[in-house]
């Protein structure tokens, strides 16, 4: 299924990530968000965007989709296909959202949440008119380059609402897997929550500096899960003897006490000094603009490359990034207008005549 109109509501991070990925597909876009810098927030998350895709794309861009700047919640999604709510993490506001949208939105539009933890049957309460349309579309920063979302419908929401939404976030070039059961905070982000708890500690307890811990990452396994993930990964640790054999030499090691998975450091200001401080002494040389080209150009880089394997037919992120590509050069390619010059050499072309048979 592939959409013409959608609305956002809230223009973030992650709400402009959304309105980015969604006009360079040339979707046009209309927006509600009441904060009076949403405007310039969204211009300056565009400007990334244009900037990573016309690396993708150096022959061109296809046609922008238009954006406006709606005054209600309303007026932004009218006769809209998708609208992706992407308000603050505070349920009160949630549901206040999403009974407007609820309230005004076509009977047939898909309405996803990019909440990174509440559980969609919590939300859903709050529409009366269609519960059943409402999914978590959770995806990660930045929205417009990174390809996967988490689907996870809620105890109303129709079987056929998540087929249809995962075509249409198929359509934007996305990758969704759905959720098999509800949960909150999803797979994603239990995942990061736990790295990011032992990471506290080990930064608390003075292992290590988050700079060094970031190098652990980045130069090690942080490699391989980009285009492994986990399971796979440790699949070929295992050898030739596979699975079987990695669980039976490493799963001994989990009764071990190694992680502090189960407790949480202190959350206070003597943490977040420290971890500020350390931030601050790894990448205060740059602007977060400076942060986010880098980001966005490694990225690119990254799929580019994985594109490339697998014999050329890419590989995980990559094969989707290719045939991504490829589609948008396929818009951008028929959004040129063909040359007077080149029409003219066209039609003087003489047409050769097929040989008579003897």
């Not at 490359?305 to 989707?320: C, D, E, Q």
């Amino acid at each position: 299924m592939t959409i013409t109109k959608a609305a956002a509501v809230g223009g973030g991070v992650i709400g402009a990530g959304w309105v980015a990925r969604l006009l360079l597909n040339g979707i046009d876009v209309s927006i509600f968000d009441p904060d009076p810098e949403a405007s310039r927030k969204v211009s300056e998350v565009m400007k990334g965007a244009r900037r990573a895709y016309k690396r993708m794309l150096p022959d061109g861009l296809p046609k922008e989709g238009k954006l406006t700047f709606a005054k209600t919640i309303a007026e932004a999604v009218t006769d809209a296909d998708l609208i992706q709510e992407s308000v603050p993490e505070r349920l009160d506001l949630k549901h206040k959202v999403l009974a407007e949208i609820d309230l005004h939105a076509p009977a047939n539009a898909i309405v996803g949440s990019s909440t990174s933890g509440i559980k969609p049957s919590d939300m859903q309460v709050a529409m009366k008119k269609h519960p059943e349309r409402l999914v978590v579309a959770h995806p990660f920063n930045p929205v417009y380059l990174l390809p996967i979302v988490e689907i996870v419908g809620g105890a109303q929401t129709f079987p056929e609402a998540i087929e249809v939404a995962k075509e249409i976030y198929a359509s934007i070039g996305m990758k969704p897997v759905v959720i098999r059961k509800e949960i909150e905070a999803f797979v994603g982000d239990r995942l990061l929550e736990a790295a990011w708890r032992e990471a506290l500690w080990l930064i608390k307890d003075g292992i290590c500096s988050v700079e060094e811990l970031d190098d652990i990452m980045r130069y090690g396994f942080g490699l391989r899960w980009a285009q492994m993930g986990m399971f796979q990964v440790y699949r070929v640790a295992g050898g030739e003897a596979g699975m079987r054999h990695f669980m039976a030499q490493f799963g001994p090691c989990l009764k071990w006490p190694w992680t502090k998975l189960m407790d949480v450091p202190e959350f206070n200001d003597e943490l977040v000094d420290l971890i500020a401080s350390q931030s601050d002494d790894q990448s205060a040389q740059w602007s977060i603009r400076e942060l986010e080209k880098i980001r966005d150009e490694n990225l690119v880089g990254i799929m580019d490359v994985l594109s490339k394997t697998n014999k050329g037919k890419g590989w995980g992120a990559g094969a989707l990034h290719k045939d991504y590509v490829k589609r948008l050069g396929k818009l951008a390619a028929a959004k040129k207008p063909v040359s007077k010059a080149a029409a003219k050499a066209k039609a003087a072309k003489p047409v050769k005549k097929k040989a008579k048979k003897a």
